[in-house]
């Protein structure tokens, strides 16, 4: 059975930083890209960032490039997204999930999805 398990969220100051991981069962990581993604009250979802397999291609939206950083350990099964220089913006639940792909400039995923971990950022 396949599951995606986040955690790591919470409240951070402006300016500060966070490390969300994604634990995954019931499948090997290293046979799929995965992505983190994120939704804000009242927003649609957007894609934050994505690692693909093999080359391990990355991908990052223009709200977070320079701030946030990707990155799997395939022995343990765990992706995890480094965040720094938090803004009240980036304030969202986030999601880990499979098989992310950049489609006219957008990324989307179409596999598997967690249940999610609020990072709020506020003073």
């Known amino acids: 059975q396949v599951q995606l398990v986040e955690s790591g969220g919470g409240l951070v100051q402006p300016g500060g930083s966070l490390r969300l991981s994604c634990a995954a069962s019931?499948?090997?990581?290293?046979?799929?890209?995965m992505g983190w993604f994120r939704q804000a009250p009242g927003k649609e979802r957007e894609g934050v960032s994505c690692?693909?397999?093999?080359?391990?291609?990355?991908y990052y939206a223009d709200s977070v490039k320079g701030r946030f950083t990707i990155d799997n350990d395939n022995a343990k099964n765990m992706v995890y997204l480094f965040m720094n220089n938090l803004k009240p913006e980036d304030t969202a639940v986030y999601y880990c999930?499979?098989?992310?792909?950049?489609?006219?400039?957008?990324?989307?995923?179409?596999?598997?999805w967690g249940q999610g971990t609020q990072v709020t950022v506020s003073s």
């Open positions: 019931g499948f090997r990581l290293d046979y799929y890209s």
């Open positions: 690692i693909g397999i093999g080359d391990g291609t990355l």
């Open positions: 999930a499979t098989d992310c792909a950049v489609g006219a400039g957008t990324l989307a995923a179409f596999g598997a």
